[in-house]
């Protein structure tokens, strides 16, 4: 169980990027936080894992109270977090390989990661992944030499051998094609799934949204606006969190590309 | 559409507006430099008559450089580039260890402001002062020799690799450096994932060109009395064997040239 209370972040530049946000996330919920560029998205994910340090309010993963950690029990704390970023965020320079051992970094001491000895159950595991994310024969190729799905891919291995209880997601989609970016959401999907992982995926395709998650929150310059199902998210809704806009054709594809979505699970 | 194109008539010509934007501004910094330019060229009074005397001296000079005598001092000569060479990898590998902590600690999205301010001032201090100043005072404070030329080298190696490294790690990505923070790494072994694999190949490309640099410095370094071919160069001069010093300065570049050649390789199989 994951718990924001009142959770503000202001910026030095004076920006008030989050205010007092709320949001209590059950184990193995799958939510889609969504919203225009600027509302705080990226923020509130970063918050949780302190890349960002909130300014107000509390954050609590189990029992544990994140955001009064030292250092030392953040690094602890953020390995039960996996982190899947907009633009893949591997190391480029790095092998595949070591890209998904680093999700062991917060588990083995310095010269073994130094030396890349990590130990047999973590190389296991990371073979593993790879090969349920269809990426097994790519171990030892550097990170840009793969596609931007497959990069992806090592971003969700590199998460996932963290073994976190949580899974943080920021705009997996927004560097993909449409048909990758089903693929990608449906990865995600599947694994919380077979892992019981609370994700929160931010993703501002609201398309992607209604497919995928079960719960969706709106924000808006900061604040929540919207908290329900999928299916609630009207005209009026979406009018509310992006603006005003012609509203009728994004719904009414939604029912059309959910077929697809179908066929096309059914294809692969 | 038609409409609006008739009713509106848009201008045919377009120019790049200017750098400086007030005339006055622009015409006067152009009108300033010219006059302050013909001003020090005025100033400069170069005396013809010593010109034309100097360049059938310098003929003979260079006359003199012909034919390189190699044999008669190759000993010292083996023994001054040899020399030479020992100083410059030294003071190249001692040079960059010293530099990788000061780097870090240069680079402002590493380091604490009050650690940055100290590593920017150790590298703005060693950059002050040219390899032949440095040179000077190892000397002065050491006496003469390689050590001397050692400790000026590696000390100039500082200013100039811990740098271009803090400039290099503060252009890094950003968002693979805080992927690899959000995995619960500790600062060590985040520098060793994601900052490292990032600015390596530059370094390694750096660290080639500045043995290159010192190498040739180390030449220069000699003749204050670090040590070295420059000191073998030296005395050549001052015993007005200008055959043997036309060696030696056919050694330096055969080398220099060698180290260019190996350093450009390098840096493009790196890449």
């Known amino acids: 169980m994951l718990q924001l209370k009142s959770v503000s972040k202001r910026y030095k530049t004076g920006d008030l990027a989050l205010k007092n946000v709320t949001l209590e996330i059950p184990d193995g919920q799958v939510l889609a936080l969504i919203g225009p560029s600027g509302a705080g998205k990226s923020t509130l994910i970063r918050c949780i894992n302190r890349l960002v340090d909130p300014t107000e309010g509390s954050i609590t993963l189990g029992d544990l109270e994140i955001s009064s950690l030292s250092s030392w029990a953040l690094r602890k704390a953020r390995r039960r977090m996996g982190m899947i970023f907009q633009e893949y965020a591997l190391v480029e320079r790095l092998t595949v390989m070591e890209n998904v051992l680093s999700g062991r970094l917060g588990y083995v001491g310095f010269w073994q990661s130094w030396f890349r000895r990590f130990p047999a159950k973590d190389i296991k595991e990371a073979y593993r992944l790879l090969d349920r994310v269809g990426l097994a024969h790519m171990a030892d190729k550097r990170a840009d030499e793969l596609s931007g799905g497959q990069r992806q891919r090592v971003g969700i291995a590199r998460a996932l051998i963290q073994d976190p209880a949580l899974l943080l997601v920021d705009e997996p989609t927004a560097s993909l094609d449409p048909k990758t970016s089903r693929q990608i959401m449906r990865l995600i999907c599947e694994l919380c799934d077979e892992r019981k992982l609370s994700a929160i995926i931010n993703i501002h395709d609201v398309l992607l949204a209604q497919m995928f998650a079960k719960r969706v929150v709106g924000l808006q310059l900061g604040e929540i606006v919207y908290d329900g199902p999928p299916d609630g998210l009207g005209p009026d809704v979406l009018t509310q969190i992006y603006g005003e806009e012609d509203w009728e054709a994004t719904i009414r594809k939604v029912e059309d590309e959910d077929e697809e979505g179908a066929e096309e699970a059914a294809l692969s | ?271």
């Open chain 2, 1 to 271: 559409m038609t409409d609006i194109q008739n009713q509106t008539e848009y201008p045919g010509k377009w120019k790049r507006p200017p750098l400086i934007k007030r005339g006055w501004l622009r015409w006067s910094l152009w009108i300033g430099a010219a006059i302050y330019l013909s001003l020090a060229l005025g100033t400069m009074d170069i005396n013809w008559g010593r010109v034309a005397e100097g360049l059938p001296r310098g003929q003979k000079f260079i006359a003199a450089f012909f034919p390189p005598d190699f044999t008669s001092r190759w000993e010292s000569i083996l023994d001054g580039i040899l020399e030479s060479i020992w100083m410059t990898v030294i003071a190249t590998v001692a040079g960059i260890a010293l530099s990788v902590p000061v780097g870090l600690g240069a680079a402002r999205n590493l380091a604490p402001l009050p650690v940055y301010l100290i590593c920017r001032s150790i590298v703005a201090i060693s950059r002050t002062f040219p390899e032949i100043i440095l040179a000077i005072f190892a000397v002065k404070l050491f006496g003469f020799g390689p050590f001397a030329g050692f400790l000026a080298l590696s000390i100039a190696t500082v200013g100039f690799f811990a740098k271009l490294l803090a400039e290099d790690i503060e252009n890094m990505d950003p968002v693979q450096a805080e992927a690899i923070k959000s995995t619960g790494a500790s600062w060590l072994q985040w520098i060793n994932y994601a900052v490292q694999p990032q600015v390596m190949p530059r370094m390694i490309g750096l660290s080639m060109y500045r043995l290159d640099i010192n190498f040739r410095e180390s030449a220069v370094v000699g003749i204050v009395g670090g040590g070295g071919i420059g000191a073998t160069l030296l005395t050549a001069f001052d015993r007005y064997e200008f055959d043997s010093a036309a060696a030696i300065l056919i050694v330096i570049i055969v080398i220099v040239i060698g180290l260019e050649y190996l350093s450009g390789y390098l840096r493009r199989w790196v890449q």
